[in-house]
Protein backbone atom coordinates (compact mmCIF):
# COMPACT_ATOMS: atom_id res chain seq x y z
CA UNK A 1 0.00 0.00 0.00
CA UNK A 2 3.14 2.07 -0.17
CA UNK A 3 2.11 5.47 -1.81
CA UNK A 4 -1.24 5.16 -2.22
CA UNK A 5 -4.63 7.23 -1.44
CA UNK A 6 -6.26 6.18 2.18
CA UNK A 7 -9.38 5.11 0.18
CA UNK A 8 -7.81 3.23 -2.20
CA UNK A 9 -5.93 1.53 0.75
CA UNK A 10 -9.24 1.30 2.93
CA UNK A 11 -10.88 -0.17 -0.10
CA UNK A 12 -8.86 -2.98 0.85
CA UNK A 13 -9.12 -3.13 3.95
CA UNK A 14 -13.45 -3.45 3.56
CA UNK A 15 -12.79 -6.94 1.94
CA UNK A 16 -9.93 -7.83 4.29
CA UNK A 17 -10.12 -10.42 7.32
CA UNK A 18 -10.02 -8.48 10.69
CA UNK A 19 -6.81 -9.68 12.76
CA UNK A 20 -7.09 -7.22 15.36
CA UNK A 21 -4.40 -4.97 14.26
CA UNK A 22 -4.53 -1.26 15.49
CA UNK A 23 -2.98 0.27 13.06
CA UNK A 24 -5.58 -0.75 10.38
CA UNK A 25 -8.18 1.07 13.25
CA UNK A 26 -6.47 4.15 12.72
CA UNK A 27 -6.23 4.29 9.03
CA UNK A 28 -10.02 3.21 8.70
CA UNK A 29 -10.98 6.39 11.47
CA UNK A 30 -8.96 8.77 9.60
CA UNK A 31 -10.63 8.13 6.49
CA UNK A 32 -13.61 8.03 8.22
CA UNK A 33 -12.84 11.77 9.15
CA UNK A 34 -11.83 12.83 6.20
CA UNK A 35 -15.62 11.16 4.90
CA UNK A 36 -17.30 13.39 7.14
CA UNK A 37 -15.20 16.18 6.20
CA UNK A 38 -16.39 15.98 2.82
CA UNK A 39 -19.91 15.06 3.43
CA UNK A 40 -20.03 11.61 2.60
CA UNK A 41 -21.72 9.95 6.22
CA UNK A 42 -22.11 7.00 4.79
CA UNK A 43 -18.22 6.25 3.30
CA UNK A 44 -17.58 7.30 7.13
CA UNK A 45 -20.29 4.50 8.43
CA UNK A 46 -18.20 1.67 6.21
CA UNK A 47 -15.04 2.41 7.65
CA UNK A 48 -16.24 2.83 10.99
CA UNK A 49 -17.91 -0.32 10.53
CA UNK A 50 -14.90 -2.12 9.63
CA UNK A 51 -13.39 -0.92 12.26
CA UNK A 52 -15.15 -2.35 14.46
CA UNK A 53 -14.87 -5.69 13.07
CA UNK A 54 -11.05 -5.34 13.60
CA UNK A 55 -11.43 -5.00 16.45
CA UNK A 56 -9.93 -1.62 17.92
CA UNK A 57 -7.77 -1.78 21.26
CA UNK A 58 -10.37 -1.72 24.23
CA UNK A 59 -8.90 1.89 25.15
CA UNK A 60 -10.23 3.19 21.47
CA UNK A 61 -13.09 1.51 21.04
CA UNK A 62 -15.41 3.99 23.16
CA UNK A 63 -14.06 6.46 20.32
CA UNK A 64 -14.86 4.12 17.50
CA UNK A 65 -18.45 3.97 18.84
CA UNK A 66 -18.84 8.04 19.25
CA UNK A 67 -17.35 8.61 16.03
CA UNK A 68 -19.96 5.80 14.39
CA UNK A 69 -22.71 7.31 16.21
CA UNK A 70 -22.29 10.45 14.72
CA UNK A 71 -22.01 9.49 11.59
CA UNK A 72 -24.92 7.68 11.71
CA UNK A 73 -27.05 10.37 13.40
CA UNK A 74 -25.74 12.61 10.33
CA UNK A 75 -27.49 10.12 7.91
CA UNK A 76 -30.98 9.46 10.15
CA UNK A 77 -29.82 5.18 11.20
CA UNK A 78 -31.91 4.09 13.91
CA UNK A 79 -28.67 2.38 15.06
CA UNK A 80 -26.67 5.83 16.00
CA UNK A 81 -29.01 5.65 19.15
CA UNK A 82 -27.25 2.57 20.53
CA UNK A 83 -24.23 3.14 19.38
CA UNK A 84 -23.74 6.28 21.04
CA UNK A 85 -25.18 5.08 24.50
CA UNK A 86 -23.05 2.77 24.55
CA UNK A 87 -20.31 4.63 23.92
CA UNK A 88 -19.91 6.44 27.29
CA UNK A 89 -22.07 9.84 29.07
CA UNK A 90 -20.02 12.61 27.92
CA UNK A 91 -21.63 15.87 27.33
CA UNK A 92 -20.45 15.87 24.02
CA UNK A 93 -21.87 12.55 23.13
CA UNK A 94 -24.91 13.47 24.92
CA UNK A 95 -25.52 16.42 22.60
CA UNK A 96 -25.37 13.30 19.85
CA UNK A 97 -27.74 10.96 21.62
CA UNK A 98 -30.30 13.51 22.35
CA UNK A 99 -30.45 14.72 18.70
CA UNK A 100 -30.08 11.02 17.43
CA UNK A 101 -33.12 10.47 19.93
CA UNK A 102 -34.97 13.55 18.56
CA UNK A 103 -34.89 12.53 15.10
CA UNK A 104 -35.90 9.38 15.95
CA UNK A 105 -39.07 10.77 17.82
CA UNK A 106 -38.14 9.38 21.19
CA UNK A 107 -38.38 13.10 22.50
CA UNK A 108 -38.69 12.40 26.04
CA UNK A 109 -35.89 10.32 26.42
CA UNK A 110 -33.77 13.13 24.26
CA UNK A 111 -35.08 15.63 26.85
CA UNK A 112 -33.08 13.66 29.31
CA UNK A 113 -29.90 13.28 27.25
CA UNK A 114 -29.57 16.53 26.84
CA UNK A 115 -30.59 17.53 30.61
CA UNK A 116 -27.42 14.59 31.39
CA UNK A 117 -25.10 16.83 29.35
CA UNK A 118 -25.81 20.13 30.72
CA UNK A 119 -25.52 18.51 34.25
CA UNK A 120 -21.83 17.19 33.37
CA UNK A 121 -20.47 20.67 31.92
CA UNK A 122 -19.03 22.52 35.19
CA UNK A 123 -21.40 25.69 36.14
CA UNK A 124 -18.63 28.26 34.92
CA UNK A 125 -16.42 26.97 32.83
CA UNK A 126 -16.26 29.51 29.81
CA UNK A 127 -14.75 26.81 27.12
CA UNK A 128 -17.96 24.89 27.18
CA UNK A 129 -20.27 27.87 26.65
CA UNK A 130 -21.14 26.71 22.85
CA UNK A 131 -21.78 23.24 23.51
CA UNK A 132 -23.90 24.26 26.66
CA UNK A 133 -25.84 26.45 24.17
CA UNK A 134 -26.49 23.92 21.96
CA UNK A 135 -27.47 21.64 24.42
CA UNK A 136 -29.84 24.10 25.81
CA UNK A 137 -31.08 24.34 22.22
CA UNK A 138 -31.26 20.62 21.76
CA UNK A 139 -33.46 20.35 24.91
CA UNK A 140 -35.76 22.84 24.09
CA UNK A 141 -35.74 21.70 20.72
CA UNK A 142 -37.54 18.03 21.82
CA UNK A 143 -39.23 19.60 24.96
CA UNK A 144 -41.52 22.12 22.60
CA UNK A 145 -43.13 19.02 21.21
CA UNK A 146 -43.28 16.70 24.69
CA UNK A 147 -46.17 17.21 26.35
CA UNK A 148 -44.36 16.66 30.11
CA UNK A 149 -41.96 19.21 29.51
CA UNK A 150 -43.66 21.81 27.07
CA UNK A 151 -44.38 23.74 30.09
CA UNK A 152 -40.74 24.23 31.01
CA UNK A 153 -40.11 25.04 27.66
CA UNK A 154 -42.36 28.04 27.75
CA UNK A 155 -40.76 29.58 30.83
CA UNK A 156 -37.65 29.51 29.31
CA UNK A 157 -38.67 31.24 25.92
CA UNK A 158 -38.95 34.55 27.04
CA UNK A 159 -35.64 35.04 28.99
CA UNK A 160 -34.13 34.00 25.77
CA UNK A 161 -35.80 36.74 23.85
CA UNK A 162 -35.27 38.91 26.35
CA UNK A 163 -31.26 38.54 25.32
CA UNK A 164 -31.53 38.08 21.79
CA UNK A 165 -29.88 41.12 20.90
CA UNK A 166 -26.44 39.67 22.65
CA UNK A 167 -26.57 36.17 20.84
CA UNK A 168 -24.38 36.04 18.27
CA UNK A 169 -22.91 32.31 17.80
CA UNK A 170 -24.21 29.80 15.73
CA UNK A 171 -25.62 27.74 18.77
CA UNK A 172 -27.03 30.71 20.41
CA UNK A 173 -29.07 31.69 17.38
CA UNK A 174 -30.14 28.15 17.15
CA UNK A 175 -31.90 28.28 20.41
CA UNK A 176 -33.00 31.87 19.68
CA UNK A 177 -35.02 30.08 16.80
CA UNK A 178 -36.58 27.12 19.32
CA UNK A 179 -37.55 30.30 21.40
CA UNK A 180 -38.93 32.52 18.97
CA UNK A 181 -41.52 29.61 18.01
CA UNK A 182 -42.46 28.74 21.18
CA UNK A 183 -43.51 32.60 21.98
CA UNK A 184 -45.40 32.29 18.62
CA UNK A 185 -47.44 29.88 19.78
CA UNK A 186 -47.96 31.01 23.28
CA UNK A 187 -49.90 33.80 21.30
CA UNK A 188 -47.28 36.69 22.57
CA UNK A 189 -46.17 39.42 20.75
CA UNK A 190 -45.72 39.59 17.36
CA UNK A 191 -43.41 41.93 16.60
CA UNK A 192 -41.09 40.18 19.80
CA UNK A 193 -41.48 37.34 17.18
CA UNK A 194 -40.62 38.91 13.85
CA UNK A 195 -37.59 40.89 15.09
CA UNK A 196 -36.24 37.60 16.51
CA UNK A 197 -37.09 35.51 13.29
CA UNK A 198 -35.73 38.26 10.85
CA UNK A 199 -32.48 38.59 12.70
CA UNK A 200 -32.13 35.00 11.60
CA UNK A 201 -32.59 35.55 7.81
CA UNK A 202 -30.52 38.78 7.65
CA UNK A 203 -27.81 37.15 9.26
CA UNK A 204 -27.51 34.50 7.13
CA UNK A 205 -28.29 31.35 9.70
CA UNK A 206 -30.27 29.53 7.46
CA UNK A 207 -27.46 28.80 5.31
CA UNK A 208 -24.74 28.18 7.96
CA UNK A 209 -23.59 24.63 9.65
CA UNK A 210 -26.18 22.65 10.27
CA UNK A 211 -29.10 24.83 9.78
CA UNK A 212 -31.28 22.08 8.47
CA UNK A 213 -30.01 19.34 10.65
CA UNK A 214 -31.40 21.44 14.03
CA UNK A 215 -34.37 22.80 12.11
CA UNK A 216 -33.47 26.11 12.46
CA UNK A 217 -34.80 27.04 8.56
CA UNK A 218 -38.42 25.39 9.15
CA UNK A 219 -38.94 26.68 12.64
CA UNK A 220 -37.86 30.21 11.16
CA UNK A 221 -39.51 30.25 7.80
CA UNK A 222 -42.65 28.86 9.66
CA UNK A 223 -42.97 31.33 12.14
CA UNK A 224 -42.73 34.40 10.17
CA UNK A 225 -45.26 32.82 7.87
CA UNK A 226 -47.77 32.72 10.50
CA UNK A 227 -46.96 35.69 11.81
CA UNK A 228 -47.81 37.03 7.65
CA UNK A 229 -44.73 38.02 7.32
CA UNK A 230 -44.26 36.25 3.63
CA UNK A 231 -41.66 38.47 1.80
CA UNK A 232 -38.74 38.02 4.82
CA UNK A 233 -40.56 34.06 4.65
CA UNK A 234 -39.51 34.00 1.32
CA UNK A 235 -36.37 35.62 1.32
CA UNK A 236 -35.61 32.43 3.81
CA UNK A 237 -37.05 29.96 1.69
CA UNK A 238 -34.68 31.06 -1.09
CA UNK A 239 -31.78 31.27 1.35
CA UNK A 240 -32.39 27.98 2.18
CA UNK A 241 -33.21 26.23 -1.33
CA UNK A 242 -30.08 27.68 -2.08
CA UNK A 243 -28.11 25.80 0.76
CA UNK A 244 -29.87 22.48 -0.07
Keep these: TSGAGVEQVCAHLLLSTPRGDAAVVDTL ?24 REPPPAHARTAVLAELGYAEAVTGRAEAVEHLENAGQRAELQLA ?10 LVEA ?7 LAELPDAAVEHGELRIELEAGYLNSALFTPERARDAHQRAPQILARRAALAGPGELALLSKALMLRLWAAEDREEVLGAARRLVDDGRLRVDDAADSQVAWQTIASLSWADDYSTASRGLRAAFDDA
Excluded: D, M, N, V
Aim: glycine share 12%; hydrophobic share 40%.
Design 29 to 52: RSAAWRARATAAPGSAIQYLERAL
Design 97 to 106: FGRALHHGGR
Design 111 to 117: CEAFRRG
